[in-house]
């Protein structure tokens, strides 16, 4: 990825669509980086007495959000040359350009009551304009690094061209105990780490949660009922229902379709793990493969209109495409090793896996048609890939080996470049991303 | 943040009662899957030198057998293990069984839940092939959410890749 100053190139900005006319800053993410693009936050104004502690607040989270990415580098308060004493006073260009912040964000924060409303600006320092108009964003007091993240989005998203992934959440299986007792329950917390939440206790094993596509919903699997079987939580009451109620059987790794109405997932049966979908609303269930290998771990592409599955119908684990009515599969891995848990990536450009070769585990990605394969990781287990809402990132879990082995979530830009661990308060695995919130 | 208070309590509908084999997930093993009325009876087990007992049943006969690294096909010594559970079943009419399929943890998530359900079938197969009646038998597999043996070498792997024959009393015949 290259951090390219572009020349002399107009663009239009998702916002007004306002074209900027020189030089603009200008992240080109998929060019291969060079050097990350120098950034200063200074505190945001306060306003009004109450607003302080979020002015401050709120611009860390927001050039935490940006540095997080690895395409930002944020230069630190201790080199600002001026100060910024007003959201409206001119920007003392040179100030700025002497320290090589590329870009300066500029925000300042009221706070009233119950309602917090915070407004930024960003500037492209070294053209000496601003890019893009100022916006304001109102919430509660609580919701103030929801405001954050969404200031940090809309930089991320001016300066890059792509959709931001800051306001958004990860569910994910939170574990305790020792590795042949491990207690695992569902917790749900910001994309950053912050503001965890538990959703279920550990009296059952649970696995491998997904959010609907409006984030509104999760379906996870449990051994509440002492087999494996999937349910479906509400994720503001935090009521649970089971999806499936087949008597004899098995039903685990279940995703939403992208329009939330459909569930597809694996049923087992005598010991043989097909895939199905079932409309939620009737409870229709339709077999999408009917074969004596194992067919797991199906996602939709984005549009519906296909899956993209792991079967062994091959001798091993590889991955297939069908379309999302069943029926005739293609293969599209085709390396060496093992292939499984796809997922199609948001943008429907991509495929991303787990893939098992020479005793390592890799997370990778692969275009739709199979070639481009990239591995990103390499560890003795990574597994189970869940991207981003823009379809930049990708975060899994890696578990380290031995006795006392532990499970984390981490992310990984799909260069290959930004690994970096999300700190959980304990053990974990299995996240799954939700969309950009509303 | 708010923390949500205590969550959603699932209910169990486990229709067994005791599971009378307390090592099935390793050393001293409880377990944490047990909601109320499915307690392990660590004092049921009886005289293992009684060929009736479930300890002589888990110890003698052997409870489990193993598998090579992704495969669910039953070696010979895994047969005659099975045939002995078979006929130590049959003698023994009022014992229900669920039959565990687990996989070491080279595998993914998913893929080893399909792996051990495999297991635990070819298990319940050859047990109704020698006679134990269908109706006894369920399966479950745990995938590579309850290894027997935590180190992450073979030595380990070898005996977590196993389907577990536990003995339950109370509902069955």
């Avoid at chain 1, 964000?105 to 930024?120: E, L, N, P, R, Y």
């Avoid at chain 1, 809309?154 to 992934?165: L, M």
């Avoid at chain 1, 279920?200 to 051994?223: E, K, W």
């Avoid at chain 1, 020479?358 to 869940?386: C, K, N, Y």
Wanted: some cysteine; glycine content about 10%.
């Amino acid at each position: 990825m290259t951090l390219l100053r572009t020349l002399a190139i107009a663009i239009a900005l998702g916002l007004g669509g306002l074209a900027v006319q020189a030089a603009p800053l200008r992240i080109v993410i998929d060019q291969g980086v060079i050097e990350p693009l120098p950034f200063a936050v200074p505190d945001f104004i306060a306003e009004n007495g109450g607003a302080a502690e979020y002015a401050r607040n709120i611009a860390r989270v927001v050039a935490a959000d940006l540095a997080g990415t690895g395409l930002f580098r944020e230069i630190g308060p201790e080199a600002f040359i001026s100060g910024v004493t007003s959201f409206d006073a001119p920007v003392a260009y040179n100030d700025w350009q002497a320290i090589n912040a590329q870009a300066l964000i500029t925000g300042a924060v009221q706070a009233s009551g119950d309602q917090i409303v915070v407004k930024f600006r960003v500037f492209d320092v070294f053209s000496g304009q601003q890019l893009g108009e100022g916006l304001q964003f109102a919430g509660t007091p609580q919701t103030w690094r929801r405001m954050a993240h969404k200031v940090a989005d809309a930089v991320y998203s001016r300066i890059t061209g792509e959709g931001g992934y800051f306001d958004s959440r990860v569910v994910y299986v939170a574990e305790s105990g020792p590795k042949n007792q491990r207690l695992k329950r569902l917790a749900v917390m910001d994309y950053d780490g912050a503001n965890i939440q538990y959703l279920t206790d550990s009296s059952s094993i649970v696995l491998a949660p997904r959010f609907s596509p409006n984030g509104d919903r999760v379906l996870f699997t449990s051994y509440a009922s002492g087999f494996p079987r999937i349910y479906v939580m509400d994720v503001g009451s935090l009521a649970v229902r089971a999806l499936d109620e087949q008597p004899g059987t098995m039903t685990f790794a279940p995703r939403f379709s992208p329009d939330g109405n459909t569930v597809v997932f694996s049923l087992e049966q005598g010991g043989n793990t097909d895939i199905y979908a079932m409309d939620i609303g009737s409870g229709r269930l339709q077999q999408l493969t009917n074969a004596p290998s194992i067919e797991t771990a199906p996602s939709y592409s984005p549009d519906g209109s296909q899956i993209v599955f792991e079967s062994d119908r091959s001798g091993t684990q590889q991955l297939y495409i069908m379309s999302a009515s069943g029926g005739e599969a293609r293969r599209i891995s085709n390396g060496a090793g093992r292939y499984g848990t796809p997922v199609w990536s948001p943008r429907g450009d991509l495929i991303a896996f787990t893939k098992q070769n020479e005793g390592r585990f890799h997370i990778g990605v692969m275009r739709v048609q199979g070639d481009e394969e990239r591995l990103l990781t390499a560890s003795f287990l990574d597994e189970g890939p869940t991207w981003a809402p823009n379809g930049r990132v990708i975060m899994f879990t890696r578990e380290t080996a031995g006795a006392g082995g532990q499970a984390g979530l981490y992310s990984v830009d799909i260069s290959g470049r930004n690994l970096r661990q999300i700190v959980t308060e304990g053990a974990a695995s299995d996240p799954a991303w939700s969309p950009l919130l509303p | 943040m708010t923390l949500l208070p205590k969550a959603i309590l699932l209910v169990a509908v486990l229709g067994l009662a005791a599971c009378n084999n307390p090592d099935r997930y390793g050393a001293g093993g409880v377990d944490p899957n047990a909601t109320a009325g499915a307690g392990i009876d660590t004092t049921g087990l009886g005289d293992p030198n009684n060929p009736n007992s479930v300890a002589y049943f888990n110890q003698t006969i052997g409870d489990r057998v193993l598998f090579a690294v992704d495969q669910s096909n039953l070696s010979d010594s895994a047969r005659n293990v099975l045939a002995g559970q078979a006929r130590w079943m049959t003698s023994n009419p009022d014992y229900a069984v669920i039959i565990e399929g687990h996989a070491d943890e080279q595998g993914t998530r998913e893929y080893n839940l399909a792996l051990g359900a495999r297991r635990a079938s070819a298990v319940q197969n050859y047990l109704i092939s020698q006679g134990v009646s269908a109706a006894r038998l369920r399966t479950v597999s745990y995938g590579k959410e309850r290894p027997l043996e935590v180190c992450s070498v073979e030595a380990c792997y070898s005996q977590n890749r196993r389907a577990v024959t536990v003995l339950s009393v109370g509902a069955g015949t």
